[in-house]
């Protein structure tokens, strides 16, 4: 195909789409969202974006991309960046407009948020040459999406305590991992999501997902594995633009900065009580001897400052090990010795409980059946009156509140070697 030929093609608005059935056009637009690389169903492999301009916003046009190679597709690098598509046809599917860019077509990816002077893009597919009118037209989308804000019901992005196993959509701030430096940068409060990918994904897809921006996942599959909730990213998710001053964004930003003002607002929402003077009736398993301190979450405890403190936490025990009382329950002068694995919605660590510490967990050696009833109920075992485990039934592990003391075990490295011991903690009543 000629240059000629390719550039004079029309310039098209969106809302104008449905006039152009079965033709080839040109389209500069605003990239709402956009999914994974993926093989299609012959030898080409494909992608999918949803652009919006000012004259269709509402829901947007879905562009499908096939190129020969991955490597040719479409890497946006932040949604709401803008795409030059030229010789792009024009199709219907289920009675709604869509484009189609072949292989005999060709794009070019700018910043959407960028001087207005700025038309050299970070990429394209073959040779693209703008006229007058497509720099225009690149300068009006940047003016015009400075101050847009997509219309969109609150109730179609859930917060984290409101999920359900299944696909959903969800707007959250990606946060670094692992590194203790960039650890202590997480969010102290709120509900910490593990995200994986389902397919095969290279580094330079996943620009969008910059450290410390709020993003949204649409059509993100949930589910729970080993208590823990999941996001899993596959073929049908994709990214959607947002700012920071989206009123999602805004609304979720609002209730941080009132949660975290409050005393009892380092205690998780499941925890149910309205005040922190009701956390006694709530939290009635477990008793801790100094319960008038603050309340700290695990991120708190894994992001603390200095290598041995003293922590106050409400959370669930998920795990012991061993959890059978004839292997942690000894005779008098003999030791308890296990292992907890303790959550909240912020972090999930391992907690030691040895010796002494056994003793005042579980009132002494109160003998081999009571350590039993007593681990039961720390792990929500669900049981009948005369103590018989209903196999059949979940665990529920309520939320209890626990003393946790953190320590190190070699002097060579503090952090690296930094453990934790629940202390402090009885389990009280009957058991």
Excluded at 91 to 102: A, C, D, I, P, W
Excluded at 210 to 232: A, D, E, H, M, P
Excluded at 279 to 296: N, W, Y
Aim: hydrophobic share 35%; net charge positive; aromatic share 10%.
């Amino acid at each position: 195909m000629s240059r000629r030929r390719r550039i004079d093609y029309k310039l098209l608005l969106l809302r104008d789409a449905h006039s152009c059935i079965r033709h080839k056009v040109n389209i500069i637009a605003i990239v709402l969202e956009f999914g994974p690389p993926k093989k299609s169903n012959g030898t080409d492999f494909c992608c999918i974006l949803r652009l919006i301009d000012e004259t269709h916003y509402k829901s947007g046009i879905t562009v499908n991309v096939f190129t020969a190679n991955a490597d040719s597709l479409p890497c946006i690098s932040a949604a709401g960046d803008i795409i030059h598509l030229c010789g792009v046809t024009l199709n219907t599917h289920l009675g709604e407009v869509n484009v189609v860019f072949y292989k005999n077509s060709s794009f070019a990816l700018y910043k959407g948020k960028s001087d207005d002077g700025d038309f050299v893009p970070y990429q394209a597919y073959s040779k693209i040459f703008l006229r007058d009118e497509d720099k225009l037209r690149i300068v009006s989308l940047r003016k015009w999406l400075v101050d847009f804000h997509i219309p969109e019901d609150s109730s179609g992005f859930p917060m984290l305590k409101e999920i359900k196993e299944g696909h959903s959509n969800l707007a959250c701030k990606l946060e670094p991992t692992m590194p203790r430096d960039l650890v202590c940068s997480f969010p102290t409060v709120g509900s910490i999501l593990r995200i994986f990918f389902e397919l095969p994904t290279r580094k330079d897809h996943l620009h969008a997902l910059q450290v410390g921006t709020w993003v949204k996942f649409v059509n993100i599959r949930l589910s729970v594995c080993t208590g823990l909730w999941y996001g899993v990213f596959n073929s049908y998710t994709k990214l959607r633009y947002t700012t920071n001053e989206d009123r999602h964004i805004i609304e979720r930003q609002r209730l941080y900065e009132e949660r975290i003002s409050l005393q009892s607002g380092r205690m998780p929402f499941g925890t149910i009580p309205q005040s922190i003077d009701s956390l006694s009736e709530s939290l009635r398993i477990t008793k801790v001897h100094a319960d008038h301190v603050q309340h700290f979450t695990l991120m708190d405890v894994l992001t603390h400052s200095e290598v041995t403190a003293r922590f106050n936490c409400v959370v669930r025990v998920v795990a012991a090990m061993p959890y059978q009382a004839e292997k942690l329950c000894f005779p008098a002068g003999g030791v308890y010795r296990m292992k907890l694995t303790l959550e909240d919605p912020t972090a999930r660590i391992h907690a030691a409980v040895v010796g002494a510490d056994g003793e005042t967990l579980f009132d002494g050696y109160p003998g081999i059946e009571n350590v039993r009833r007593k681990m039961n109920r720390l792990l929500g075992v669900t049981e009948r009156g005369d103590g018989i485990v209903l196999k059949d039934y979940p665990r529920n592990p309520p939320w209890v509140s626990v003393c946790i003391i953190s320590f190190y075990s070699d002097k060579t490295n503090l952090w690296r070697y930094r453990k934790f011991r629940v202390c402090d903690t009885k389990i009280v009543g009957d058991p």
